[in-house]
């Protein structure tokens, strides 16, 4: 099982960022995947969540600016981040977990002006 996160980069207070995560080696639509990020000396906290069935989660933090989605025809998952704030700065984490945990590689997200 691998799963390859990209699309972090530098963003202004107020930008969007648009990170996806391909899945390999499962059966993608049958899978939830879920986003996590970490800043240095914190633990890696949850962001998001989607269901096989797309149903969703979010942490209270980013609720009405991320929206996390996927399209099973390419197995990938994706994390839209609108309205960015410094706070969002991390590595982002894909993650699924269809007998064991298994994580991406992280893709690092910035913030600031």
């Known amino acids: 099982v691998q799963l390859q996160a990209s699309g972090g980069g530098l963003v202004q207070p107020g930008g969007s960022l648009r990170l996806s995560c391909a899945v390999s080696?499962?059966?993608?639509?049958?899978?939830?995947v879920d986003w996590y990020r970490q800043t240095p000396g914190k633990q890696r906290e949850w962001v998001a969540t989607i269901r096989p069935g797309n149903t969703t989660d979010y942490t209270n933090a980013v609720k009405g600016r991320f929206t996390i989605s996927r399209d099973n025809t390419k197995n990938t998952a994706y994390l839209q981040m609108n309205s960015l704030k410094p706070e969002d700065t991390a590595v982002y984490y894909c993650?699924?977990?269809?007998?064991?945990?298994?994580w991406g590689q992280g893709t690092l997200v910035t913030v600031s002006s």
């Open positions: 993650h699924t977990q269809p007998t064991r945990h298994y």
């Open positions: 080696g499962i059966n993608f639509r049958f899978n939830t």
